[in-house]
């Protein structure tokens, strides 16, 4: 579409100069000087958008200008700091081990099983569970090599590092849950059990029919649409996009209410107000390495397919499972259930009335949490 605009335009531009030609033959300016001012302009003009679409480096963590480093952190096999934040019982004693995956502009803090779900729970099962801050959030270094398989890596390695045994448990929490699926593709072998809460989807997967993924897209707010298709086809101008003024950015990173569904605002309403680190941490090393290369990453071209995927757990080993509600606006529930359709060894919770925020109602993650360890009551 882009090329042929482009197209569209020279050719156009090409007519009017022949007929300026044919009418401007007795100017009375130097040819040279609109030569001169038009190359003068558009030098500034490319300085300037090159200037503009490059993103300030990162405040790292721990250096003398970044914000201080106030948990542990592993060392990755790159040399990166990966922060982490336990909960549960210790993990010596443990029974169960989950690593927690969490979501756009969030950090390790935002652990959902750490802010819901009973205490007795926990101790009753055993569970142990560790956050982390995904890579340029929070207390972790900033990884602009990062794929959907180096996050995979990551959480393979954080669990090697913590001894967490040869298998363990994920969770992940709306683009934590999208970025569940590498997990999926890349580290099969070395999980126990899975489960996608609200996970954002790439509309751009190939396997949605087009009528169900353009219905969905023609849904979305204007502003994000463009967010979307900005870190798609042109993820070089994210960082400008959603820091320029001119046109409405991303309205969630804008953090915007109005997104969240009438369920969403009541949940939201209903919980205890978010303290200082809970809302300053996920940006604090800037927002390109932490916000935008997470659009890019999760809107981007994927090199493997979520629903081609092989069943992980062909002998019932474990289980995969993706929670949902019905009027979540950040991630549209038909094209989860397109997905669920197309994996039948996927187990689907759909909740009625529920947006994206559901999880953190009454006693959910206690149910969350049962399904995924497969203990009845
Ligand atoms: C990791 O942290 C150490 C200090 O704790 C620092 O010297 C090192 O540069 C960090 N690694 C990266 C890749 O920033
Ligand atoms: C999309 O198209 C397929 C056939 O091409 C049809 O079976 C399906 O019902 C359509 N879905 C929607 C939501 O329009």
């Given at each position: 579409?882009?090329?042929?605009?482009?197209?569209?335009?020279?050719?156009?531009?090409?007519r009017?100069?022949t007929?300026?030609?044919?009418?401007?033959?007795?100017?009375?300016l130097?040819?040279?000087?609109?030569k001169?001012?038009?190359?003068?302009?558009?030098?500034?003009f490319?300085?300037?958008?090159?200037?503009?679409?490059r993103?300030?480096p990162?405040?790292?963590?721990?250096?003398?200008?970044?914000?201080?480093v106030?948990s542990p952190?592993?060392?990755?096999r790159?040399?990166?700091?990966?922060?982490?934040?336990?909960?549960?019982?210790p993990?010596?004693?443990?029974?169960?081990?989950?690593?927690?995956?969490?979501?756009f502009d969030?950090?390790k803090?935002?652990?959902?099983?750490?802010?819901?779900?009973?205490?007795?729970?926990?101790e009753?099962?055993?569970?142990?569970?560790?956050?982390?801050?995904?890579?340029?959030?929070?207390?972790?270094?900033?990884?602009?090599?990062?794929t959907?398989?180096?996050?995979?890596?990551d959480?393979?390695?954080?669990?090697?590092k913590?001894?967490?045994?040869?298998?363990?448990?994920?969770?992940?929490l709306?683009?934590?849950?999208?970025?569940?699926?590498?997990?999926?593709?890349?580290?099969?072998?070395r999980?126990?059990?899975?489960?996608?809460?609200?996970?954002?989807?790439?509309?751009?997967w190939?396997?949605?029919?087009?009528?169900?993924?353009?219905?969905?897209?023609?849904?979305?707010?204007?502003?994000?649409?463009?967010?979307?298709?900005?870190?798609?086809?042109?993820?070089?101008?994210?960082?400008?996009?959603?820091?320029?003024?001119?046109?409405?950015?991303?309205?969630?990173?804008s953090?915007s209410l109005?997104?969240?569904?009438?369920?969403?605002?009541?949940?939201?309403s209903?919980?205890?107000?978010?303290?200082?680190?809970?809302?300053?941490?996920?940006?604090?090393?800037g927002?390109?390495e932490?916000l935008h290369?997470?659009?890019n990453i999760?809107f981007?071209?994927?090199?493997?397919e979520?629903?081609?995927?092989e069943?992980?757990?062909?002998?019932?080993?474990g289980?995969?499972?993706i929670?949902?509600?019905?009027?979540?606006?950040?991630?549209?529930?038909?094209?989860?259930?397109?997905?669920a359709q197309?994996?039948?060894w996927?187990?689907?919770?759909?909740i009625e009335?529920?947006?994206?925020?559901f999880?953190?109602?009454?006693?959910?993650?206690?149910?969350?949490?049962?399904?995924?360890?497969?203990?009845?009551?």
């Amino acid at each position: 579409m882009a090329a042929g605009g482009t197209r569209r335009i020279s050719a156009a531009s090409a007519r009017s100069h022949t007929r300026k030609n044919k009418q401007s033959s007795s100017s009375f300016l130097p040819k040279g000087i609109f030569k001169t001012l038009l190359l003068v302009f558009f030098t500034g003009f490319l300085a300037w958008a090159y200037q503009a679409t490059r993103p300030p480096p990162p405040k790292i963590c721990g250096s003398p200008d970044g914000p201080p480093v106030t948990s542990p952190r592993i060392k990755l096999r790159d040399g990166r700091n990966l922060s982490y934040l336990e909960f549960g019982v210790p993990k010596d004693t443990a029974k169960y081990k989950i690593i927690f995956v969490h979501g756009f502009d969030s950090c390790k803090l935002h652990n959902i099983f750490a802010a819901t779900t009973s205490p007795a729970l926990i101790e009753d099962l055993g569970v142990y569970i560790v956050s982390f801050d995904r890579p340029g959030y929070g207390e972790s270094d900033p990884d602009p090599k990062r794929t959907l398989k180096s996050l995979a890596l990551d959480i393979e390695e954080l669990a090697d590092k913590l001894e967490l045994g040869s298998k363990f448990y994920v969770v992940g929490l709306s683009m934590g849950g999208e970025f569940v699926w590498p997990c999926l593709k890349y580290i099969p072998h070395r999980l126990a059990g899975v489960t996608l809460v609200a996970p954002v989807v790439n509309h751009w997967w190939p396997s949605f029919p087009s009528n169900i993924s353009n219905e969905v897209y023609s849904q979305m707010f204007k502003q994000d649409q463009w967010c979307l298709r900005v870190a798609h086809y042109l993820p070089w101008l994210t960082y400008w996009w959603n820091t320029q003024t001119w046109f409405p950015g991303s309205s969630v990173a804008s953090q915007s209410l109005d997104m969240f569904s009438p369920p969403d605002l009541e949940i939201l309403s209903k919980l205890p107000p978010l303290t200082e680190a809970h809302k300053t941490q996920p940006r604090q090393q800037g927002e390109f390495e932490s916000l935008h290369r997470d659009l890019n990453i999760a809107f981007g071209k994927w090199e493997f397919e979520p629903m081609e995927l092989e069943n992980p757990f062909p002998n019932n080993e474990g289980s995969v499972h993706i929670w949902m509600g019905d009027d979540d606006r950040f991630a549209p529930v038909t094209l989860q259930r397109y997905i669920a359709q197309q994996l039948p060894w996927v187990k689907y919770h759909e909740i009625e009335r529920a947006g994206h925020m559901f999880a953190l109602g009454d006693g959910m993650t206690d149910k969350i949490l049962k399904a995924l360890l497969n203990v009845t009551d």
